[in-house]
C-alpha cells in the first residue's frame, strides 16, 4: 500500500513535495517506534524531528494553495505505511523480511494493474523512467536533491520556493541528525 500511495501521490502533487515528505520517514518511524515498542530518541533526533515538521508545514502552506493536498496526503500515508513496516522489522529483527517484500512487490503489481496502460510510455519516457529508477533507488541517500533535479531536467516541473524552503529544512534536519547522532554513518 505505501507503493501504491507513492505512486499516486507522484500523480497529484510535486515529486518535490513527494520527496520531501518521504525524506521524514525516519522521524516518523522514530515516533511509531516509540509507541510500539518503547524506543526512545537522543534529544539531537527529536530536535531533527521537530524541524522536519517545520518542514512540511512550510511546504504544505504552498501545496494548499496549488491544489497539491490530496498528493501530500498520500505521500504522508506512504510515509507512516513505510514507517510501521520499519518499526516491524525492527521488532522482529530475526525474521526474514524478503519473503515479505517479494510478496508485496507482487500484491502491488496486482493491485495497480488493472490501471497500468505500459503501451502510453514512449521509448523516451522509458529511458528516463529507468533513469530516475536506478539513481534512485541505487543512491537512496540522495534520493529527494536528485529525484527534484531529474525530474526539473527531465520534465520542467519546477519546485515552488515555499517547497524548496521546506524541503531544505526537511533534508538539513535529517543531515543533522545523522552527522550528529551517528557521525561514522555521516562519514561511510
Given at each position: 500500500m505505501a507503493?501504491?500511495?507513492?505512486?499516486?501521490?507522484?500523480?497529484?502533487s510535486t515529486v518535490a513535495d513527494v520527496l520531501v515528505i518521504d525524506a521524514t520517514i525516519p522521524f516518523v518511524t522514530a515516533g511509531i517506534a516509540w509507541q510500539v515498542?518503547?524506543?526512545?530518541?537522543?534529544?539531537?533526533t527529536l530536535g531533527a524531528t521537530l524541524?522536519?515538521?517545520?518542514?512540511?508545514?512550510?511546504?504544505m502552506g504552498a501545496a494548499a494553495s496549488g491544489g497539491r493536498v490530496a498528493g501530500n496526503r498520500l505521500a504522508f500515508g506512504m510515509a507512516v505505511l513505510m514507517s510501521i513496516v520499519l518499526v516491524l522489522i525492527r521488532r522482529n529483527p530475526g525474521i526474514s523480511m524478503l519473503p515479505a517484500v517479494g510478496l508485496s512487490?507482487?500484491?502491488?503489481?496486482l493491485i495497480v494493474l488493472p490501471f497500468a496502460r505500459p503501451p502510453a510510455v514512449?521509448?523516451?519516457?522509458?529511458?528516463?523512467?529507468?533513469l530516475f529508477g536506478t539513481s534512485?533507488?541505487?543512491i537512496g541517500v540522495l534520493q529527494t536533491p536528485l529525484g527534484t533535479l531529474w525530474v526539473w531536467l527531465a520534465f520542467a516541473e519546477m519546485?515552488?520556493?515555499?517547497?524548496?524552503?521546506?524541503?531544505?529544512?526537511?533534508?538539513?534536519?535529517v543531515v543533522c541528525d545523522i552527522a550528529i547522532r551517528r557521525?561514522?554513518?555521516?562519514?561511510?
Open positions: 507503493t501504491v500511495c507513492f505512486l499516486n501521490a507522484l500523480r497529484l515498542i518503547g524506543e526512545r530518541e537522543e534529544w539531537v524541524a522536519a515538521v517545520v518542514g512540511v508545514a512550510v511546504m512487490a507482487v500484491l502491488c503489481a514512449s521509448g523516451e519516457e522509458l529511458v528516463l523512467l529507468a534512485q533507488f541505487g519546485p515552488g520556493w515555499m517547497t524548496l524552503a521546506g524541503g531544505a529544512i526537511v533534508v538539513a534536519a557521525p561514522q554513518e555521516a562519514i561511510t
